[in-house]
């Protein structure tokens, strides 16, 4: 289906969508024109190093000066592990959130380990994201069910679901409807907010919310670029997604 086609069947079969909308950028320029459009969370990261590598932290300072009047929430990606701890110091405190990559944790001794690591130097006001991995088997990481459990009892309250091998295949493709169901139970149960990541396009989103399986944020970024996740921001892209979000407008 084209998208002039899909957000024109968004519009009118979506209403009452209630997800935040998280959309990734790694500029400047991405910035100022993801400012347009009715984004709950600007995450900030470089989309062609991995899937949760970080930007240069000059970025994170423009992104608070540009936007100390108020705006959308702000999210750093930080990397993994080792270099995830290095850069917790330097986000800015006006942050809402920054999200650590658990590939190589393969025990709940090793993910609270890193998640301590990684919380200890953020200032306070920013929240710490647990980051599940799809295809946790190429990541060398815990499944999202254990990341959800061990993210509860961790006292974190906000996970990610994303993929680490950006391959083309969606988290959906990996997962299943029946485990993503299951994880929306999971996340419920434990009282966390989470979002759902990892090649996920405007027919995806459309069929999550068909389906009426509870998901508290969208994250996207290769749908929304000619090229791909590294590619180039497309308005048209934008446009398209905006329209799924009628209750903004």
Request: charged share 20%; glycine share 10%; aromatic share 6%.
């Amino acid at each position: 289906m084209s998208l002039t086609s899909l957000s024109e069947s968004a519009a009118h079969s979506q209403r009452g969508l209630s997800q935040e909308w998280l959309v990734s950028v790694s500029s400047e320029s991405e910035m100022a024109m993801v400012l347009g459009y009715p984004v709950d969370i600007l995450d900030f990261k470089d989309p062609s190093s991995g899937p949760l590598a970080p930007s240069e932290p000059s970025l994170w300072g423009l992104a608070v000066e540009r936007l100390a009047s108020g705006g959308p929430a702000l999210s750093a990606a930080l990397g993994e592990g080792g270099e995830a701890v290095r850069l917790a110091g330097q986000v800015p405190r006006e942050f809402g959130f920054a999200k650590v990559g658990p590939s190589g944790c393969q025990t709940s001794m090793q993910v609270c380990d890193l998640w301590q690591s990684v919380r200890k130097p953020l200032a306070d006001s920013v929240k710490l994201v647990g980051v599940a991995y799809a295809d946790s088997a190429a990541a060398h990481s815990l499944s999202p069910e254990e990341v959800f459990s061990n993210a509860a009892r961790f006292g974190l309250r906000h996970v990610l679901v994303d993929t680490w091998s950006k391959s083309g295949q969606s988290s959906l493709d990996i997962l299943g409807w029946d485990r993503i169901r299951e994880l929306s139970s999971l996340a419920r149960r434990h009282r966390l907010w989470w979002s759902l990541a990892g090649s996920l396009t405007l027919d995806i989103a459309m069929a999550i919310n068909e389906r009426r399986i509870p998901v508290d944020c969208l994250g996207v970024r290769g749908d929304l670029c000619e090229g791909g996740r590294a590619g180039t921001l497309s308005e048209t892209r934008l446009n398209a997604w905006s329209a799924m979000l009628p209750s903004r407008q």
